[in-house]
């Protein structure tokens, strides 16, 4: 079963805007990770973000995390036609879990961004 | 080097089939993975080796059989395969499942083909 969610499930922007992309999961979790995957093929890892932070950046990405409201975010500024893939979010659980849980990262649903030139 | 390697790159098999995947990765990683994805759907864990010991099968079903015979190396072994295992399978590896704040490091992945 995927533990997150995320929506929109597809975005659509102009070149130069901002794109902003939410993940909602479902039980605790060590850290939150964000992936992009262009036309199907490999997974490229972007930023991971853990359990104690509430906020990291990485060049134009901005990641937020509440761990209140189980949810992140990941914030694409200045939008480039080359951003055009799919973004996922995955979880990996909280190490408190026990050990069957070690090396579970658990992806969400995705969303298909779209930046035209 | 900071690739996975995955071979081959698309593979087209009868249900009778029998072949294999691999995977190969020289960054001294300790985790390895193999994930399956469907058309338009998020990736989904099948197996985990840690230490080239398997440490998770998520309940997937026999015809497909990991192998992992060293540390820089996966195999994905496929035997009587179903149209609805069509998919891409990726591998991945990580510095170490117990180690929290690394990411994972993906191949391209194999686009398999039943036929």
């Known amino acids: 079963s995927q533990q997150g969610e995320e929506d929109p499930q597809a975005l659509s922007i102009q070149e130069g805007e901002n794109a902003t992309m939410n993940c909602s999961y479902k039980t605790s979790i060590n850290n939150l990770q964000w992936y992009r995957q262009n036309s199907g093929r490999g997974l490229v890892h972007l930023i991971l973000?853990?359990?104690?932070?509430r906020e990291k950046h990485s060049g134009r990405l901005r990641v937020t995390l509440d761990t209140s409201k189980k949810s992140s975010s990941l914030l694409i500024t200045a939008s480039r036609a080359a951003d055009t893939a799919s973004y996922f979010c995955?979880?990996?659980?909280?190490?408190?879990?026990?050990?069957?849980?070690?090396?579970?990262?658990?992806f969400g649903q995705g969303t298909i961004l779209t930046v035209h030139p | 080097d900071t690739e996975v390697t995955q071979t081959p790159k698309h593979l087209v098999m009868g249900m009778t089939n029998k072949k294999s995947l691999k995977c190969e990765q020289h960054?001294?990683?300790?985790?390895m993975y193999w994930y399956k994805q469907k058309a338009k759907k998020p990736p989904e864990l099948m197996f985990v080796?840690?230490?080239?010991?398997?440490?998770i099968n998520e309940s997937v079903p026999s015809r497909f059989s990991p192998e992992c015979p060293n540390s820089s190396l996966l195999n994905l072994h496929l035997h009587a395969l179903q149209p609805e295992d069509s998919a891409l399978y990726l591998c991945a590896s990580s510095q170490d499942k117990f180690l929290e704040g690394f990411g994972y490091t993906f191949g391209s992945g194999t686009r398999l083909t039943v036929v």
């Open positions: 995955a979880t990996h659980p909280d190490l408190g879990a026990g050990g069957t849980s070690y090396g579970k990262l658990t």
């Open positions: 080796y840690s230490y080239e010991k398997l440490s």
């Open positions: 973000i853990r359990s104690n932070e």
């Open positions: 960054m001294g990683h300790r985790a």
